[in-house]
């Protein structure tokens, strides 16, 4: 059964960085696109960034325009473990954090494409 678990967030004050981890169990993940969403109370799940296994040590990323050059995923194939690292963080980054994982979803940034998604942690970003 898969299985992912969300840490690391938390409440910061803008410019501070939190590093988001998403352990995943149940299967091998790594031809999968595993991805961060973030969602903000009463509106819709947003994409963050994709993380997709191409060949060997190669992977494709894509990032939402609001995060490029501030955070950056990354995948560790030994601890099965899906990172988020957010630098300069801002107030309009504040929800909840999301991990999902589609076998065939090719770095999508569409909800709908994943089939496997974590509990979210929650980001606070104070001014």
């Known amino acids: 059964q898969v299985k992912l678990v969300e840490s690391g967030g938390g409440f910061v004050q803008a410019g501070a960085s939190l590093r988001l981890s998403c352990i995943a169990s149940g299967r091998s993940f790594t031809t999968y696109s595993m991805v961060w969403f973030r969602q903000l109370l009463g509106k819709e799940r947003d994409f963050v960034a994709a993380?997709?296994?191409?060949?060997?040590?190669?992977?494709?990323?894509n990032y939402a325009n609001p995060v490029k050059g501030r955070f950056t995923i990354s995948w560790d194939d030994n601890e099965n473990t899906l990172f988020l690292q957010m630098n300069s963080l801002k107030v309009e980054d504040t929800g909840v954090y999301y991990c999902?994982?589609?076998?065939?979803?090719?770095?999508?940034?569409?909800?709908?494409?994943?089939?496997?998604w974590g509990q979210g942690t929650q980001v606070t970003v104070a001014s």
């Open positions: 999902a994982a589609g076998k065939n979803a090719g770095a999508s940034s569409v909800p709908n494409n994943y089939n496997d």
């Open positions: 993380n997709r296994w191409i060949a060997g040590s190669t992977y494709y990323t």
